[in-house]
């Protein structure tokens, strides 16, 4: 159980054009999901926070009019890179909480190349 | 301002061994932590958490010890085996669920 996947797992897009990533969880609800950035060698950096049916919460520095999250249903968020530009590439990973439990549940990433 | 620090970027251990993958926190709100592995161009995994009313939690062959008065965490895993090798990551809370996670640890297992 609490399987969480990510589509696309890997993209190249060119500079300028958007992308849309969507996070799934397949077998349960999610409470909240969270984006997450994750540059080499770095550890994993909160980027929002997801409730469905409202408003992302956004971590100091991301930009929110950037990476727009949508999150339109209990087992679904997207997070579209809009305008991309070569230094938003990087490893984007969702994770999704259940219920009241602090463990959260990652997909397997989305790689993100700008050209 | 890293609030969760993994100080060894990588640990090499004999396969049959004692592994232990260290963690130091600064925010004394923190009151819950995690523990991921990780590897390669994939999502972090859960091994196992503990919740600071608590000093250690054991499943299998992972145990987390936690000392809340030296705000260090540690992760033991008996015994070692190649499968093991991964990057481990720390994570800690402080009760609004957002998770801030350590560098990690890339720890290789030798057979």
């Known amino acids: 159980g609490a399987v969480v996947s990510q589509h696309p797992s890997w993209v190249i897009c060119k500079s300028g054009t958007s992308v849309k990533i969507e996070c799934r969880s397949l077998d349960f609800q999610a409470t909240t999901m969270f984006w997450y950035r994750q540059f080499p060698k770095q550890s994993l950096m909160l980027m929002a926070t997801s409730n469905e049916g409202s408003k992302a919460t956004y971590e100091q520095g991301v930009e929110k009019d950037k990476f727009l999250i949508n999150h339109a249903s209990l087992t679904l968020s997207t997070l579209t890179v809009t305008s991309a530009h070569p230094e938003d590439s990087s490893f984007y990973i969702c994770?999704?909480?259940?219920?009241?439990?602090?463990?959260?549940?990652f997909g397997p990433g989305t790689r993100l190349t700008v050209l | 301002d890293q609030q969760v620090k993994q100080n060894s970027p990588s640990l090499s251990v004999q396969e049959g061994r004692i592994s232990i993958l260290n963690c130091d926190y600064t925010?004394?709100?923190?009151?819950?932590f995690l523990w991921y592995k990780k590897y390669p161009a994939e999502g972090p995994t859960f091994l196992i958490s503990?919740?600071?009313?608590?000093d250690k939690n054991e499943d299998g062959r992972f145990t987390v010890f936690l000392n809340k008065s030296a705000k260090h965490l540690s992760l033991h895993i008996v015994p070692s085996q190649p499968g093991d090798s991964a990057v481990y990551f720390c994570?800690?809370?402080?009760?609004?669920?957002?998770?801030?996670f350590g560098k990690g640890t890339l720890l290789t297992v030798n057979p």
């Open positions: 994570a800690a809370s402080s009760g609004n669920y957002k998770l801030t």
């Open positions: 503990i919740s600071s009313i608590k």
């Open positions: 925010n004394s709100m923190f009151d819950y």
């Open positions: 994770s999704a909480r259940i219920g009241e439990y602090n463990e959260q549940f």
